[in-house]
């Protein structure tokens, strides 16, 4: 799927320019007394079309470009930043972040020790066959409006919105110690929400396709078909009915699954909050938290997932295999953290952009598959399960120090004689992180991986790109809340 | 440092001489410190200084907008041929009214600048917060998870074609603490927050406080029951969920595509009697304070429900002109380069009679629950009106009495229900979150599914 471009074929040229600069003010710093420096360059550009009902609502372009330093100086982190791709505004910035890591070194601060890692010297960018930014925007505004009228001539539905987003994002990191990693992702996507009114309420259903790719991505979609789905889904969400709050044995479509495991484990599972004792899984290491049958992976250049080749440290980002056989295997870490445990950073150290801090993020997380076929799975279910799925889904929040989640999920079913039967809306569910995975009874060999163009995972103020999924999975029992 | 500021009528002017019929030039400058701590130490300090630039454009009635963090002439100069590029591709809106004509200043003024938190520095910060974690740390069994303290001033500048520059300088201060408690080999985590234009040391500390208290009632939190009896909701959650679910409902673009379940309703009584909501924009320190919105409109104090009787929706310039009136300011927009859509400054929840001291309240319950803390309730859905929450932290209430903490209850039912004849009253001070100012709700119409 992705190009490596050590063998010259596809260097992200944009960031050629600058790279002896930084490297010069890195060496700058080090005069100054600086033990290890690191810096982000970005440039990143967005383009948004927005079709709501019977008008483009908005066609805008953003672009963000610039460069920051983390300076460590006696185990104190100082951060600063420049839009100014100057040597004078470069050289100010990693000068401001020097002087705010030595003014914390004066305070009780706890020293940072970063794990080895290798000079990595590599480029690499994501694969596309048609630049969508290249693609004329009456082509691209055609898409939207089409998706639009072909929803909004389904019953019931009063108005649709469809987006059209498109990506490209160029990073270089480069450190004191001789690393130098380049990587470009290219990421486009279009969105569809039918708002309908039934008899029972006014309901809203969405759904999304996004994909690392170019514009071809866009054309291999069937989007009347899309169109057509999500329309007769608000319809049918909005002569629903709400399901009685209780305990229930529930299917989850992988969809689901994708934003609960991100959830309810994979945030649980960053080693920055398991080392702040934030975490339920603080001390889980090596012991069973999951039925056999479980295995989960975070995986930076999943296909189907966001491309994260290398973190925002340059670290390799390839496959962690945080739990096998149900057994917790490895938390999800960046140099410090691996540091401060004794183990190999796992790639997972990430910035939303070249002015924020590093955290430890997931990158594409998801429930490896099983054996199961996605019917046997809803026939195993038994009468008076439910069968949730997730388009309308707006997301999910957990509180991992206290081990809670919950999502509000998309229009859902009860489930008779093996197959989804009436449908219900309104859905939300909510649990206990190391209760769910103890009760999962199934696990079915469709895995599913999904990012968006449009959204991500939010934390300490950051909102990064990510990838999730898993394949259908039978839950023993799960609260559903009825909205 | 200082914040870097471009003229922006000169920006609009170029936006005109590359072809803009008219132009919306909006200009954010900033700079700003955060101290962050972890496991009981100061981890790391972060300065941070940007313009970003926001040029919304129309030819004739195409429109295109572009923007970014800006350095210099050139990177304004692409920003605004992209925006005027971008109009000219673009299908014509035929409701398109132009760029709002009224640019100016509301009448009365506000307190949005702080000169003491804008002297702050980083050392400030960071001293501040290492005095927050020896605080927490004496007390056996606490840990400081995390903790971020920020304090920063900006410039907001707008001027389009026919109005402006207007300009507001405001500051602004963030401080969040996650609370980690041991006890009897029990765990558990709290997380408190504020936000506010004005910093000072006592809200801090009575965060930090707020949080170190809570975190131990999680440690010995129970798996919740399910309960139908009245549930009060603290200031915070009561804010997020009228946030969520009546924000968007009042806004005229959503009630317009006959996306609020308000729609139709204007004069109609949709909440109880004792109601009132006020969108204010003229609170001193609030983060929804301002003099203008992000339109250069001036903004306005208006009832939106008075005595449970809906009164008007939000306006911005565009939405206002399809029903022929005039913007109510309060057209504000996600980045400086979207499109605004109506939204609230700060909404006032005022309920009458409601009463000074929470325990009078919960002596007249027999059997409910006071939740303190939920996560999810953005997950409600504003378009039918249904709450969702999961409480993380929660309190049974028995025969007139707090009983024991709990977790993990799935709270469910409908706002406009909730906030009629399931509005029972409200009590305490009043506080204010996400810009909903709000006294602690107490309603007999939400559902609560327990997970024991």
Known sequence: MWLDATDGCCSVESMDTIRDDIKRIIKYALDLGADFVDARVESYEYELFVYDKDRLKEQSFRTTRGAGFRVVYKGAQGYASTTRLDVKSLRSAVEAAFRNARALSLSHTRKVRLAPYPALRESVSSLFRIDPFVISNKEKIEVIKNLVSVAQEVKDVESAIARLGLQRDERLVINSEGLEVAAKTVLTGVALTAVARGDKSMEYVSDSKSRVAGWEFIESLDLNSLGRSVGELASTASRASTPSPGKYRVVLEPEVVGLLIHEALGHASEADLVLSGASVLQGLLGQRIAVEEISISDDGRHPDGYFVPFDDEGVRKTKTRVVEKGILKSYLTGRAEAGELGVEPTGNSRVMSYKDPLLVRQTNYYIEPGDWKPDEILEAAGDNSIYVTAKGAKGGEVDPGMGTFTFGVGISWTIENGEPAKPLRGVSIGGFILDVLKKVEAVGRDLKVTTSVFGGCGKGGQLVRVGDGGPHLLVGELIVGGR | ?452
């Open chain 2, 1 to 452: 440092m200082e914040s870097v500021v471009f003229d922006v009528e000169k920006i609009v002017r170029l936006a005109e001489k590359l072809g803009a019929s008219e132009a919306e030039v909006t200009l954010v400058s900033s700079k700003s410190s955060i101290a962050e701590a972890t496991r009981n130490t100061l981890e790391r300090l972060i300065t941070r200084r940007t313009a970003t630039l926001g040029v919304r454009v129309a030819t004739g009635k195409q429109v295109g907008a572009a923007g970014g963090e800006v350095a210099d002439a050139s990177d304004i100069e692409e920003i605004v041929r992209r925006a005027v590029s971008l109009a000219k591709t673009s299908s014509p809106d035929p409701n398109w009214p132009g760029f709002n004509p009224i640019v100016g200043l509301a009448g009365s003024s506000v307190e949005v600048y702080h000169d003491a938190t804008a002297s702050l520095t980083g050392e400030d910060l960071s001293r501040i917060l290492n005095r927050q974690v020896e605080m927490a740390t004496s007390r056996e069994g606490v840990t400081i998870a995390s903790a971020s303290l920020s304090a920063g001033e900006g410039v907001t500048i707008i001027a389009n074609s026919y109005g402006g520059p207007v300009e507001e300088k405001s500051t602004s201060t963030g401080y969040w603490v996650e609370v980690k408690a041991r006890i009897n080999g029990k765990e558990g985590t709290y997380y408190s927050w504020f936000s506010s234009a004005r910093f000072d040391d006592k809200t801090v500390e009575e965060t930090t406080r707020d949080a170190l208290a809570r975190a131990f009632d999680a440690a010995n939190a129970v798996p919740a029951k399910s309960t139908r009896g009245p549930v009060i909701l603290v200031q915070r959650e009561a804010a997020m969920l009228i946030d969520t679910l009546i924000s968007p409902a009042v806004s005229a673009y959503n009630v317009q595509l006959g996306r609020s379940p308000l729609k139709g309703k204007l004069g109609e009584k949709v909440f109880s009697h004792s109601l009132t909501i006020t969108d204010d924009p003229f609170i001193p320190w609030e983060t929804g304070s301002g003099r203008f919105d992000d339109e250069g409109h001036p903004t306005t104090r208006k009832n939106i429900v008075e005595k449970g009787v809906l009164k008007t929706f939000l306006y911005d310039h565009y939405t206002a002109s399809i029903e022929g009136r005039e913007s109510t300011g309060n057209g504000f927009k996600f980045r400086p380069w979207n499109n605004p859509s109506p939204s609230p400054t700060n909404l006032v929840i005022d309920v009458k009679d409601a009463r000074s001291n929470i325990a009078d309240v919960i002596s007249d319950i027999k059997e409910g629950m006071l939740v303190a803390s939920t996560i999810g309730a953005w997950l409600s859905n504003p378009i039918s009106g249904q709450i969702n929450a999961t409480a993380n932290l929660a309190y049974m209430i028995r025969n007139g009495e707090i009983g024991s903490p709990v977790k993990g209850a799935v709270l469910g039912g409908d706002i406009y229900e909730n906030l009629g004849e399931g509005l029972v009253t409200a009590a305490g001070d009043l506080q204010c979150y996400h810009s909903v100012c709000t006294r602690m709700l107490v309603l007999n119409k939400l559902r609560v599914a327990g997970s024991s």
